[in-house]
């Protein structure tokens, strides 16, 4: 799909975005919310919000910033609900009982297109106790468009 010497997607099947977010988890439940710079290879830029509520194995709050890749026609089409379900694994730094730094995969399902999302972060609270979070989520994202060549 991509033409790595030309740095474009001829089928104009891929968005690329970048990132931060913050979540709050614990007793099987998730929320969480962020912004993240996309654009596509049809030369489109905007920004995504998005929140998210699901099922969480995770205990406590955590910041990432992320990478996501997806086979959307343009940013346009990641406007709505998708899924997602991902796992972090958190590690705590000796002498910080409860502060964790974390590492995360995420596979997204939305309206005609697939995603993968690579995150890192810091997490506060019970990583320590739990420190691998699996979670199923519902998401709903919005999309501004900064800039357009269509």
Do not use: R
Not at 66 to 93: E, F, R
Request: net charge negative; with cysteine.
């Amino acid at each position: 799909m991509d033409d790595p010497i030309n740095c474009v997607d001829p089928w104009g099947l891929e968005t690329k975005g970048v990132g931060l977010g913050v979540s709050a988890s614990g007793f099987g439940f998730g929320v969480g919310a962020g912004a993240m710079v996309v654009k596509d290879d049809k030369g489109n830029w905007g920004v995504e919000g998005f929140a998210d509520y699901g099922a969480s194995s995770g205990f406590g709050v955590s910041g990432d910033a992320s990478y996501q890749t997806t086979t959307a026609k343009t940013i346009k089409d990641l406007a709505g609900t998708s899924q997602k379900t991902g796992t972090s694994v958190a590690v705590a730094p000796t002498g910080y009982p409860n502060l964790a730094l974390t590492v995360g995969a995420e596979k997204v399902k939305g309206d005609g297109y697939t995603g993968d999302t690579k995150s890192v972060g810091v997490s506060w609270g019970g990583k320590v106790v739990a420190p691998l979070d699996v979670y199923v989520k519902q998401e709903h994202s919005d999309v501004a468009t900064v800039f357009s060549e269509d």
